[in-house]
């Protein structure tokens, strides 16, 4: 540092005006140290000045890069429509935050090693590599976590969430839903919002917009999407429209093993409300609809972000701290935007042909007027609504009840056993009731097993309907020699619904006493997307003695109008969730102590058991086992099922007979019908 005297610079003699009026900071300190006769001293001034500029220099490149990088990932958009956590963008705005998040080694390589890990819990792993009619199933699951362990190894991954959608493709080419693995959670804040919803008309094969959505709208500060309700689509980015539709529900949508299934998931969700920790991002910022008379329109993509993230390091704590017992709650945007839309038919309440009764958590109960048909929507067989279905069901009162399943998910395989009990005479008895399971026998697997050990009459004997009171029930009982592996199963085995792991007998409806009030006449409406526990119900259903049929809404994609979708989809299993897995395992092992939670919040589920339908194949898992609809409904309306519940009265009223018809209005609603019907011959 240049040191001046006190004396020396008093007797300085400064002409303030030659001072003042230099032009420059630098030259007015040369002129002072010049002045006063320290040309050295200015040298040494001049190259530690320069130093400390370089040093300034790279702190403010530095700072600046750092705010640019917190930037990114900062979103503060707010509008009046969204709740008030919630904000919105463009893909452009979200790649680059996505982009910024790098990659880390140890991460990725630990959640390989625990994906590896998890293939000697999942039952299906030899089936998937060959499965029988009507999949043919051919996944190579090891060899394609293999392929992306190559890349990690050859750093060919630039970001973090290229990585974890890589793991996502790669474990929706089972179209599995139990076996599924979702990106981490700060991802699954993020959802891709397109302006229209579309519906496809099978008798023309033709996709035409049904609405254009609000909320849309109101974020982009225009109502342009509204204006093209009803108009047909013919191309989506220069692409046959169908075709598009279909591809996309090739390489996205794992609903369903089933081709028609995935495409009426698409058009009634997946397509127009992505979740980003399970969908891609789009290659392309806009999209462009072409119409029936050539004219185009093109629309950005928009993103729904909701969380409020205050900086990039937000987003990824998000991505890297997890909870447990917590779960991707990814359905949370398309819920608001069906309720602030007003698409819910159900929400209505008010009819003029039907009377809503009670109900609530999309469990509703509707009466239909002129002929007292029971209609229950039944949206999932969640625990947590148990309390709302046994209300529902327990009013239900008539001859003729019509249940619609279309896009419930399942939830608890008892609350579907209590519903079959209550509903089916047959069922009243539950050696007839239960199905059995058995599993692929692992080492690891035995040792998970056990939990059920810890918990009283869990596990019951297939053939005598007694409790298991020990291990015995996973001893090695038969081989299956699938896709060139040959592997030891357990004995088949059920589940106890009145046993402590599952309930300990909470779900039953009618507490034992002897139900006399059966409905003679029970359909099931259903869009193939009926999965899990939703699924073992309507398989069981189907062969009850007062079900009458399956109704399946959408489908016609094919030349074959009369396609015959899956009734209902991957109820193949018993689903874990990997760290609940770990969990159990942990308390009964530490031989393997490689098996460990996944490194971040991302979601692994897998089958872990085999479920087998009897009345399906005894021999062979509901998740390869096709089980079609009985008729499928020209209406393809996933909003309004009015129409779809009016034919399928009527058709009952032609088939039975036995219901008088004497409301006029009903009777045009009746003609009306009957003029589709004629139409479409």
């Not at 003699?13 to 009026?21: A, C, G, N, P, V």
């Not at 969908?279 to 462009?288: A, Q, S």
Request: proline share 3%; charged share 20%.
């Amino acid at each position: 540092m240049l040191l001046l005297t006190h004396s020396r610079i008093l007797t300085l003699e400064i002409r303030y005006d030659s001072f003042i009026k230099s032009e420059n900071l630098e030259k007015k300190i040369e002129w002072l140290f010049l002045s006063v006769g320290c040309e050295k001293s200015f040298r040494l001034y001049h190259q530690t000045m320069r130093t400390i500029l370089f040093f300034i220099l790279i702190f403010l490149y530095n700072e600046l890069s750092i705010e640019a990088r917190i930037d990114l990932c900062t979103f503060n958009s707010t509008m009046r429509e969204l709740p008030s956590t919630w904000s919105y963008s463009t893909v452009d705005q979200v790649k680059l935050c996505f982009e910024n998040i790098p990659v880390n080694n140890s991460i990725m390589h630990e959640t390989m090693k625990q994906l590896f890990n998890s293939l000697d819990f999942y039952s299906f792993l030899s089936l998937v590599r060959q499965s029988d009619h009507p999949y043919f199933t051919n996944v190579h699951l090891r060899e394609d976590l293999l392929s992306i362990l190559h890349q990690v190894n050859l750093n060919i991954y630039k970001n973090d969430y290229d990585f974890h959608m890589d793991l996502v493709t790669c474990f929706k080419n089972l179209k599995d839903f139990h076996m599924k693995y979702i990106a981490p959670n700060g991802y699954a804040k993020f959802e891709l919002l397109l302006p229209f919803i579309f519906e496809f008309l099978p008798l023309t094969k033709q996709i035409k917009v049904k609405a254009g959505i609000h909320l849309y709208s109101s974020i982009i500060g225009n109502n342009l999407n509204m204006n093209y309700t009803d108009r047909i689509i013919t191309k989506i980015d220069g692409i046959n429209a169908l075709e598009y539709i279909k591809q996309f529900a090739e390489q996205h949508s794992l609903m369903s093993k089933d081709k028609s299934v995935r495409l009426n998931s698409v058009f009634r969700e997946e397509f127009w409300i992505r979740n980003l920790a399970q969908y891609p991002l789009p290659l392309k910022n806009k999209i462009t609809f072409t119409f029936l008379d050539d004219d185009e329109a093109t629309f950005p993509y928009l993103i729904i972000i909701t969380k409020q993230f205050a900086n990039q390091i937000s987003l990824e704590n998000d991505n890297l701290n997890f909870s447990l017992s917590s779960s991707f709650k990814t359905r949370i945007v398309f819920n608001y935007i069906i309720e602030l839309e007003k698409l819910n038919w159900y929400e209505n309440k008010r009819n003029n042909s039907f009377d809503f009764i009670t109900g609530n958590s999309d469990t509703y109960y509707y009466i239909h007027k002129p002929t007292k048909t029971a209609i229950i929507r039944l949206g999932s067989f969640d625990e947590e609504t148990f309390e709302d279905v046994k209300k529902v069901f327990s009013n239900a009162t008539g001859k003729i009840l019509i249940i619609d399943l279309i896009g419930n998910q399942g939830g608890h395989s008892c609350l579907a056993y209590s519903l079959l009990n209550y509903l089916v005479p047959e069922y009243s008895s539950l050696h007839l009731l239960y199905e059995p399971m058995d599993a692929r026998v692992t080492k690891p697997l035995i040792s998970f097993s056990k939990i059920f050990s810890l918990y009283p009459n869990s596990m019951l004997d297939i053939q005598t309907g007694l409790s298991f009171t020990n291990m015995s029930w996973i001893e090695p009982y038969t081989n299956y020699t699938r896709g060139n592996s040959t592997d030891e199963y357990s004995m088949k085995v059920s589940i106890n619904c009145d046993g402590e792991i599952f309930g300990r007998g909470k779900f039953w409806l009618k507490d034992g006493s002897i139900n006399n009030n059966y409905f003679k006449s029970i359909y099931a409406l259903t869009d193939g997307t009926c999965g899990s526990a939703c699924s073992l119900f309507l398989s069981k259903l189907k062969f009850g003695s007062n079900f009458k049929m399956i109704y399946g809404i959408g489908g016609g994609y094919n030349e074959n109008d009369n396609d015959l979708f899956e009734s209902s989809s991957y109820a193949g299993g018993g689903a874990f969730r990997w760290n609940d897995i770990v969990t159990y395992h942990n308390q009964f092992s530490i031989e393997n102590s490689s098996i460990d939670y996944l490194p971040t919040s991302a979601f692994l589920s897998l089958n872990v058991y085999e479920v087998y339908i009897n009345a399906l194949n005894k021999n062979y898992p509901r998740e390869f086992v096709k089980q079609p609809i009985d008729r499928r409904l020209v209406n393809s309306d996933y909003f309004n099922i009015e129409q779809s519940l009016e034919m399928i009265i009527y058709n009952d009223i032609q088939l039975n007979g036995h219901i008088s018809i004497s409301n006029s209005s009903f009777k045009i609603i009746l003609f009306n019908v009957l003029l589709v019907i004629l139409f479409k011959q």
